[in-house]
């Protein structure tokens, strides 16, 4: 498998995982808006994954539902951020944040890309992905405009911020480490990145959900 297909199908594995993970907010979020905004966000990155997938559908000889729910968990390229199961409200907010974060800054890398197919794709995602990006920041503020807003939110970044430099390749981790520490205002803790190929148990479990109903049927479902 060529570096470049295995950049694609990391980048949609992560989108595919997270908006899973996303959706299990509908009907459970604290607030109304929130039900809304993350079911949207949750249907966004899911339809980014689509259109990753059938990229390297197209090279692989094979579909996007293939690869999106006929891969063992092993397989799946997916960043352990995003595979960790539904977290308290904080924990999401923080999840949620580090991802956008660290995802604008892939995507800033890979529409520089010489690869125009793939400059492309980025640059359409980059501009779908600007409104997950205002909701991420607009609740991050919120969370630090009180001071037992701000303790939670810090103590939950601290514990998920190995698993979002893992996110990145190690020559993106330090504009992350810039973004971060510029809008909290402090510093981030040393930490050892949790990289990807470590899956966290709940992978197995989310794919078993996920690929129930493609199992139930004789040919496969379609999503």
Excluded at 145 to 153: F, I, N, P, V, Y
Excluded at 165 to 185: I, W, Y
Aim: aromatic share 6%.
């Amino acid at each position: 498998m060529s570096d470049r297909i295995d950049l694609v199908l990391t980048l949609a594995d992560d989108e595919l995982i997270l908006g899973w993970r996303n959706s299990e907010w509908t009907g459970i979020a604290p607030f109304l808006e929130e039900d809304v905004a993350f079911s949207s966000i949750a249907q966004n990155e899911i339809g980014h994954a689509r259109a990753l997938y059938e990229l390297a559908a197209r090279e692989l000889g094979t579909d996007a539902d293939a690869l999106a729910f006929d891969r063992p968990p092993e397989e799946y390229r997916s960043a352990p951020l995003v595979e960790l199961r539904r977290l308290e409200w904080a924990r999401t907010i923080a999840r949620h944040w580090l991802y956008e974060t660290a995802d604008a800054i892939r995507l800033a890398a890979l529409k520089a890309s010489d690869d125009e197919e793939l400059a492309g794709i980025a640059a359409k995602i980059d501009r779908e992905e600007v409104y997950h990006r205002i909701h991420a920041e607009m609740w991050i503020d919120r969370l630090l405009g009180s001071e037992d807003g701000r303790t939670r939110l810090d103590e939950a970044l601290d514990e998920l911020w190995p698993y979002a430099l893992g996110m990145l390749d190690e020559e993106l981790r330090p504009e992350l480490v810039r973004r971060m520490e510029a809008k909290l205002g402090r510093d981030v803790p040393t930490a050892e990145p949790v990289p990807r190929g470590r899956h966290e148990a709940e992978l197995a479990e989310l794919l078993d959900e996920m690929t129930m109903v493609r199992r139930s049927a004789p040919a496969g479902a379609r999503w």
